[in-house]
């Protein structure tokens, strides 16, 4: 089946660890985004990338790294520098960035990530 | 300034009885407007998509939105609620150019 995969579905993090988030999809799709939710609020960008070795900041990089070698794997790295980690994160794409009627996102299954 | 905004941020009804989720948009340009819907520790569902063409979407599970202009709003309705309805829905708005803004959320309650 076509679709976002995104692993691990819970992920702990002791203080001062790096921990990389997995995101993959098979659905052609140029684009690809992360976000970040938080108990009980929307979604927030952290960055999305428009094609493969491209990516931009979102509203809420920092402290976060991403890379994009391959069209369909889009990995987010939470970094030591991120004071805050604690919360849900989703992985999401689109055929392209750029808006025209029906440019769909699609979202994975999420992963929490919890500091200990 | 574009910017989406779901009027209510809890609603609660009764199994059987009909769901009304609230938005209204701002939008420089033309938009193209989704509802989705997220059960928990899920990520986000499609329901429907509005893209210019009918201004009335029927979506999955039942649910429906209408396109009004006139009210910048895309309301999301669906005549008789289920108890597996209880979730958390959320209006997206795209814009021109690149720009997804997401509402704050509306999370529903079903009653038995």
Redo the contacts between chains.
Sequence with gaps: DGGITQSPKYLFRKEGQNVTLSCEQNLNHDAMYWYRQDPGQGLRLIYYSQIVNDFQKGDIAEGYSVSREKKESFPLTVTSAQKNPTAFYLCASSISSWTGAGNTIYFGEGSWLTVV | AQSVTQLDSHVSVSEGTPVLLRCNYSSSYSP?L?W?VQHP??????LL?Y???ATLVKGINGFEAEFKKSETSFHLTKPSAHMSDAAEY?C?V???????I????TRLFVKA
């Design positions: 193209s989704f989705y520790n899920k990520g986000l569902q499609l998509k893209t210019s063409a959320f997206v795209i814009t021109g150019g690149f720009k997804t997401f509402g704050a959320g």
